[in-house]
């Protein structure tokens, strides 16, 4: 693999450093809801189907920021 990519093409670190970036920004919030809920309610089952629907929420965004962050501009 050369390293000045004149290809336009994301690199294996690229990918691996910009989808794991993705991952936090979809898994924080659901984890963080599930806990905070589940600290207030003290009910394990309500605070797990409020931390899924954070979750698909957070999905359903995923395509849009993944589009913003993953592309590669031309410098």
């Known amino acids: 693999m050369p390293s000045d990519n004149k290809t336009g093409k994301l690199t294996m670190k690229d ?3 910009k989808g794991s970036i993705i ?3 979809v898994t ?3 984890i963080v809801s599930f806990m ?3 600290m207030i309610l003290d ?5 797990a189907i409020i931390g899924a629907v954070v979750h698909f929420i957070a999905m ?3 395509l849009k920021i993944s ?4 592309v590669k501009r031309d410098s």
């Open 15 to 17: 990918i691996i450093l």
């Open 23 to 25: 991952a936090v920004i």
């Open 28 to 30: 924080i919030p659901s």
């Open 36 to 38: 905070v809920i589940w």
């Open 43 to 47: 009910d394990l089952i309500q605070a």
């Open 60 to 62: 359903g965004f995923s």
């Open 67 to 70: 589009k913003k962050f993953l």
